[in-house]
């Protein structure tokens, strides 16, 4: 960019002006008629602060020298300026960020016009934060920390869903990156853990709708505010609250924060300047929470944005014309405090903390969400929203929402082996959802031990924790509720089905379809097989998902429990051509009755109307059943159940006579065990006398043998010598001479003799002995195999 002649600042008053629009009309000798207006847009001072930079609405860079001589003059044009910062690391480069989300650095000396780019943003960059060498740019999707000295990217913020809005990153002077949310959490990193992170929702401190917030220059604390009143100052260090004040009613909504620091003050940071929607700036006196004044009599006003330099030297300003504004700070605040601000410190009491804002949105629901207003959207769409239906619905059942009873009942230990049986009981490919379900399950066995038994529970149970999942303690209130009121009597007979209930609904098909009844009665089909599947599922699997939610959408909204009942009635009349046409043996209608079929609800509903209009009051199930819907008590905990719904002497007599089996059962087990270990010691005992006495025939039997052959060698040898010598002594005769050699010579064969003779001998015996072995290997493994029979 090249430097273009210096323009002296409009001075009034203690102000200095720069006017864009004015310059612009200087600058258009030709008279032409201007298409757009210029408004300054962008404002950035250096760390010296000698230099400040503005960008126009055009584009314009605008490049300010400050001191004695207040001038400007007017570098280039950029096309789209998000934002403008100087260079940290090169006093003569200057980053901007374009609207496609690329950051350009520029050289403003001379006649340079060398460009490199920072690629990354995929969306404009609207702020930038700098610490040592390193920049953290912001975009309302993306945080990234670049390297001003390679530029180069160093680290990403990543997020892994699409529902993210950033509204401000920021470093501190000691290396915290700090990202604030729409959402109001503010997200936390040290420099040099970049791994470990910490989460802060602010909305407990009493802030809703954080529009800005800023690190004193010690970083030792931070200062929040929002659309309220209200400004917080959190400690850095264990990010707890310091300090709540409460502004003046005039200054809410506050737009945007700025410290000015003072001489002296340490980097602590005590004035803060608070810039509200109404374009007015105020300057507020942290350590004696007191508002301070202007020395002159002109206020702050008309201010669309402010910056303020690092030593706080110079104040700038962009008015709602879009010109600058720029003040010196010691010209511009007084020292006599003004008006006392209030302030409420972390240990006292508020009038609007979190819960008090929840309790007043959920009322006014509650206001909102009623039958009156609900009703009509029901009868003109069928249905219900499905995003609104969890809400709705607990509107309607006015769920208490009691976190303190359902804590109680998930704190208590989970029953051994309840998690196993559901999964092998309904298996569920979705462990996350197992896992739910019998966290619920655990809670509702807790509630009413006697639930233990009900083998239809999941069945009941999973199709409600899939409308309200991600919130179980909704989840389990409005199944308590179901039981409580839909389930009325079903329990009388359990764990066998409720034929009371079933006898009821057989006498309301006789009266609304006696041939679907007789056709029943013909193919030995009774109700456990026709209606107690339907209403254990409580028809979730002969409807589709959306049917199931629109059927449920009407019986909620009728307050009347009975007409689920009259549900599993209209259901098989709705498929009485079916049943009667297709349906021929048991196992033809259990299938039936636990597939998915193909009756549209709202041809079930008009059956359900009917049947609950035109069914005589001595056949109803009004006439032994509660209609009315009863609701779960705000405070306290839950109520119990089944205390009067079943016979309780018939529970106990079989629970008694359980206990009686379990105990004979477990005697005659002992019994047996016993038994089988007697027999085996007997057993045991007899192979071994058996064995003993074998092995002492074959020992008896092996050393007769072996003096057997003994004697039998013995015998061959005195034979063999016998001859030997007779020819030893005829050969003497005719050798006379040699008889002393002869004898010796006989000694010697007749000892050869006797050692091969030996040999043979060891041999024979070691192989006896190999076969004795064998055999009894072979003995023992018989016996062993006997006795595992015997087992």
């Not at 800023?214 to 931070?222: E, L, N, P, V, Y």
């Amino acid at each position: 960019m090249n430097v273009k002649k210096w323009i002296s600042l409009k001075k009034i008053s203690h102000s200095y002006i720069l006017d864009p629009l004015a310059d612009d009309v200087k600058s258009n000798t030709s008279g032409s008629c201007r298409t757009a207006k210029r408004q300054l847009t962008r404002l950035a001072f250096d760390e010296t602060e000698n230099r400040l930079l503005a960008v126009d609405s055009k584009g314009l860079i605008i490049l300010v020298e400050l001191g004695e001589c207040m001038r400007y003059c007017k570098l280039g044009t950029v096309q789209s300026c998000t934002f403008i910062a100087f260079n940290p690391l090169n006093k003569i480069e200057i980053l901007v960020g374009s609207i496609d989300g690329t950051i350009k650095i520029t050289k403003i000396s001379g006649d340079a016009r060398e460009h490199c780019s920072l690629i990354g943003h995929k969306f404009p960059v609207k702020y930038i934060a700098t610490y040592k060498n390193y920049a953290l740019t912001t975009s309302s999707k993306e945080v990234i920390m670049w390297d001003l000295s390679t530029f180069s990217k160093v680290h990403q913020l990543r997020f892994f869903t699409t529902n993210v809005n950033v509204r401000r990153a920021r470093f501190s002077s000691t290396g915290i990156i700090a990202v604030l949310y729409r959402d109001c959490i503010l997200q936390v990193w040290e420099f040099e853990r970049l791994d470990q992170d910490t989460k802060i929702n602010v909305k407990p401190f009493g802030l809703r709708d954080v529009r800005d917030y800023q690190f004193t220059k010690d970083g030792r604390a931070m200062v929040m505010a929002g659309i309220s009143n209200n400004i917080v100052i959190i400690n850095t260090f264990k990010w707890d609250l310091i300090k709540r004040l409460e502004l003046p009613d005039g200054l809410a909504c506050i737009k945007e924060l700025s410290f000015l620091p003072q001489v002296l003050d340490g980097g602590a940071n005590k004035i803060l300047a608070i810039l509200c929607s109404d374009h007015t700036l105020h300057f507020i006196d942290l350590s004696t929470s007191c508002a301070v004044p202007l020395s002159s009599s002109n206020p702050l006003v008309d201010i669309n944005h402010l910056s303020i330099s690092p030593n706080g030297r110079y104040i700038a300003c962009i008015d709602i014309a879009g010109s600058l504004r720029l003040e010196i700070a010691d010209n511009l605040l007084s020292s006599e405090p003004k008006q006392k601000a209030k302030i409420f410190k972390p240990n006292q009491s508020r009038s609007h903390d979190l819960g008090h804002h929840l309790r007043c949105v959920r009322q006014y629901i509650q206001e909102e969400l009623n039958l009156k207003r609900l009703i009509p959207i029901l009868k003109e769409f069928g249905e219900y929203p499905r995003k609104h239906r969890p809400l709705i619905w607990a509107s309607i059942l006015e769920l208490p929402r009691n976190l303190c009873a359902y804590s109680a009942l998930t704190n208590k230990t989970p029953q051994q082996g309840l998690m196993e049986k559901i999964l092998v009981d309904y298996p569920l490919a979705d462990k996350g959802k197992a896992l739910v379900l019998a966290t619920i399950i655990n809670c509702l066995v807790h509630w009413c031990p006697l639930l233990s038994h009900s083998t239809f529970l999941p069945r009941l149970v999973f199709p409600f924790i899939v409308v309200f999942q991600g919130n179980h303690l909704l989840a389990f209130e409005i199944i308590i509720s179901v039981l409580s009121n839909y389930c009325q009597r079903w329990f009388e007979y359990h764990p066998l089905p409720p034929l009371n209930v079933l006898a009821m609904l057989e006498n309301v098909l006789s009266e609304a379809d006696p041939l679907l009844l007789n056709y029943f009665c013909e193919k030995g089909v009774t109700s456990s097989e026709y209606i107690w599947p339907l209403l254990q599922t409580t028809l979730s699997e002969v409807l589709s998902g959306d049917e199931w939610l629109i059927l449920w959408d009407h019986l909620f909204s009728s307050g009347r429990s009975t007409l689920l009942l009259m549900s599993s009635i209209a259901y098989s009349i709705c498929s009485r051509e079916v049943i009667m046409s297709q349906l021929h043996s048991t196992q033809d209608f259990t299938q039936f009755y636990r597939a998915q079929g193909h009756v549209r609800v709202v041809d079930l509903l008009r059956v359900v109307r009917r049947l609950d209009q035109n069914t005589p009051y001595h056949l109803h199930p009004d006439r032994y059943l509660r209609s009315t819907i009863h609701r779960l008590p705000k405070t306290g905990p839950y109520p119990s159940f089944l205390n009067d719904q079943y016979p309780k002497y018939l529970t106990e007599d079989s629970q008694l006579e359980l206990q009686r089996l379990q105990r004979n059962e477990e005697q005659a087990t002992i019994l047996r065990h016993s038994k089988r270990c007697h027999l085996k010691a007997a057993e045991e005992k007899k192979l071994q006398i058996e064995r003993d006495n074998f092995l002492k025939e074959i020992e008896a039997a092996r050393v007769d043998e072996q003096r057997r052959c003994y004697d039998a060698k013995v015998l061959n040898n005195k034979l063999s010598l016998k001859n030997l010598y007779k020819q030893n002594r005829n050969t003497r005769k005719s050798h006379d001479l040699e008889e002393s050699s002869i004898e010796t010579e006989d000694q010697a064969i007749e000892q050869q003799l006797q050692a091969k003779q030996c040999q043979t001998l060891q041999g024979q015996v070691k192989k006896l002995e190999f076969e004795v072995q064998t055999l009894l290997k072979t003995l023992d493994s018989s016996t062993t195999t006997q006795v595992t029979i015997c087992k």
